[in-house]
């Protein structure tokens, strides 16, 4: 069924060495290339390939699909077909551009109209997503928030153990790599203050995370089960949960987080698929205590895949602040499906499961800017010298995320955005 | 301008007394006729009127619309058209079907086309809803909840009387009156319990809301001020945000409501302007403290909105079990709106923004069973001398709305919705 995942695959499409979409990646994305439509596409090395010119010039015959299913602005219509349309797609093109098919590739006017330079392309976001959640999985990262807020003795509270806890975000602000963000402005009460004040934030930070998108779920009032729950994920990509932490500290009691999170938060523009991430699963953390048999899984239910988080200040280099890994994550995201409908609660194609902070046991693994300055109590320096608590107008951050074996590397490209300052 | 709000004017269409819906209301909605297409619609007493055919057949001539504004399965098209439009297309049908205006009123073969008895057609969920906020803006409502859970020397939190606390909900289980419900199954902790159980919820209940419901708003990054909020704002419904209190006791802390409320949420499918609510402003309870300036507004920015929750069991009449008025509300929809955009939050046409339970000073006011039967402690005793402390299987839970003075009355109609036993 995944032939497309055959490791022993090349191109006729130049792949530069440790490029993350390799023949074997083939992720889908949205993008308008110069002078032309918007198209559902995917990509090779640094190729932006057109769907729906592949589609009209007859290189999907023989799979059954709506006419129009790649002439779309988002990839939703696509992932309501299901599993067994996404592989037979995903099949056929590692076929086409297959180094052993010569059919596309000695045909210039095709080839003309299907591949753009990447740099040539403007990506999309990739699916309309009308619902977004936001779990909360790392235990790592719970317990260093635990710790600081609550100190060690209850860092963790009674239920996380025993449920993913999740709560619902803003669909509506979140963007694509490459679309700038400004600071958030709004209500805070800080420390030594009385009163609660007015203006920008001044704890503005991201989060370190990886969402998932399903396609069409059950009826209301039904339940996806930790069995089924893959098929109901068409794929992943790299998340940045903008937070801002003195926003959210003021006004998170009783109800949860709102204004310190919905100002923003981007995401990567190539959804890749599980099928693309098969080579790397790997078991989840032993759950201790054994949540209940509606949250059970057994076997290889997550994926082994580096994280990176990255600074680029105004006018200087990038410089690494967080190294983690998508493995480290406490519930999978067949738990977290099958918890979020086990209340017959539905969901839709397009819907977008971020799995909160991604934080590994050692500090370098800590996938925020809280954790690493430890609330402002810390300074990380950066490769240019200059100093960090939190983020500062300027900064651009940029993550990026990708699995490797011995023979192949599946990368998910990286989701990158700037901080202008907040409009006043 | 709000010329349809004339409140001597009389239409030829019969309205009986006492009607939500006299030719002074034109509320907005989605229906289904029998063997006809689904179209936009509003209702003169018990009549559908069908705004496409109505459109289509050159009634609506002289307003600048789309030509398929009206022939849609959602209201989202012609609430980005803005509220010059949306009044516009009221005053015209407030002239149509005026009993002086007899040019529609003799066109046998038109009527046909464009009126409907309302028993005759479906009603729809009115708008596509991407993203759903559930406010907190009820005092009486939080400060009971304060009391029962952390007693009443903190009944409020810090932040209650500084902002209008709120959060995200689920958009894709909203649903409109007439659908029923299962009970919700999932995961609790008894307060007797060692460790959590899993089935349906022992402790269903409803929540008295009101919800408004927003056209487009600004680019992400700028916010709305509340002198601009009531342009962003095309009208309002019924809002019964169902909600599982065991469910939701164990799973909210830290992050907040989830499964405990998004199960479902029930709407009335008729969207009133606030236009036609314009008779019916009030100005909201003194806030002490002032807030902050950008959540400052004067003069009358709310609404006398009689509100009632009925439950009917099966095969039973119903009884009445509370009766509320939106006026009760701390923070005004302006206040709303402008505080979830001062981050730069972007809205959309067709977000929907819920007030939270509105419950005023008096016991027979609170807006939930929660609150009535105070957790528990008391049993309601329903006029077929059935007992409840939550709501059972196999009842219907109903919540109707409306403004009255000397001259007119503009309604809500009703949400109603059947609870099932839970899917096991």
Redesign the interface.
């Known amino acids: 069924m995944l032939t497309a995942n055959d490791p022993s695959r090349k191109s006729w499409l130049s792949v530069p060495q440790d490029s993350d979409f390799p023949i074997q990646n083939l992720p889908f994305g949205v993008f308008l290339p110069e002078d032309d439509f918007t198209t559902i596409g995917t990509r090779i090395g640094n190729t932006a390939i057109d769907l729906s010119a592949l589609h009209q010039l007859g290189y999907l015959d023989g799979i059954v699909l709506p006419e129009d299913v790649f002439l779309q602005d988002t990839l939703n219509d696509f992932i309501t077909l299901g599993r067994p349309v996404w592989r037979q797609v995903r099949n056929k093109i590692a076929e086409i551009f297959d180094e052993k098919n010569d059919i596309l590739k000695n045909n210039t006017e095709h080839r003309e109209q299907i591949l753009f330079p990447i740099e040539e392309v403007q990506m999309l976001l990739p699916v309309f997503?009308?619902?977004y959640t936001d779990f909360?999985s790392s235990m790592e990262h719970a317990m260093n928030v635990g710790i600081m807020f609550r100190g060690k003795e209850n860092a963790l509270?009674?239920?996380w153990k025993?449920?993913p806890?999740?709560?619902?975000?803003?669909?509506?602000?979140i963007?694509v790599s490459g679309e700038d963000?400004?600071r958030?402005?709004?209500?805070m009460?800080p420390a030594d203050a009385d009163?609660?004040?007015?203006g920008p934030s001044k704890l503005l930070d991201f989060e370190l995370e990886m969402g998932f998108i399903t396609t069409d779920g059950k009826h209301?009032?039904?339940?996806i089960t930790t069995d089924e729950a893959e098929d109901y994920i068409f794929g992943m990509v790299l998340f940045n949960d903008w937070s801002?932490r003195d926003?959210q500290a003021?006004?998170?009691?009783?109800?949860?987080?709102?204004?310190g999170k919905?100002?923003?938060s981007s995401i990567s523009p190539w959804v890749v698929t599980l099928d693309a991430m098969e080579p790397f699963r790997v078991e989840s953390p032993k759950q201790d205590?054994t949540p209940?048999?509606?949250l059970q899984t057994e076997g290889k239910r997550t994926f082994d895949i580096n994280l990176q988080t990255f600074i680029q200040p105004e006018n200087s280099t990038e410089s690494k602040v967080c190294e983690s890994n998508f493995k480290y994550l406490y519930w999978n995201i067949s738990q977290q499906l099958a918890?979020?409908t086990?209340?017959?609660?539905?969901?839709?194609a397009g819907?977008m499961m971020a799995s909160g902070t991604i934080s590994g046991p050692e500090k370098e693994n800590f996938g925020s800017m809280l954790e690493l300055s430890w609330r402002g109590a810390h300074t990380i320096t950066l490769d240019d010298g200059s100093e960090r608590k939190f983020i500062n107008d300027g900064d651009t951050v940029i993550m990026r995320g990708y699995c490797k074996n011995d023979d192949v590397r599946i990368g998910f490209g990286e989701v990158t955005s700037k901080v202008?300052p907040a409009?006043l």
């Open positions: 997503i009308q619902d909360y509270m009674p239920n025993h449920l806890v999740g709560y619902h975000g803003r669909s509506s602000s963007i963000i400004h958030p402005v709004g209500q009460k009163e609660p004040v007015f209301l009032g039904e339940r801002a926003i003021w006004e998170y009691v009783p109800l949860g987080p709102f204004l919905n100002f923003a205590p209940l048999p509606y918890h979020h086990v209340n017959g609660c539905n969901i839709n819907d202008l409009i």
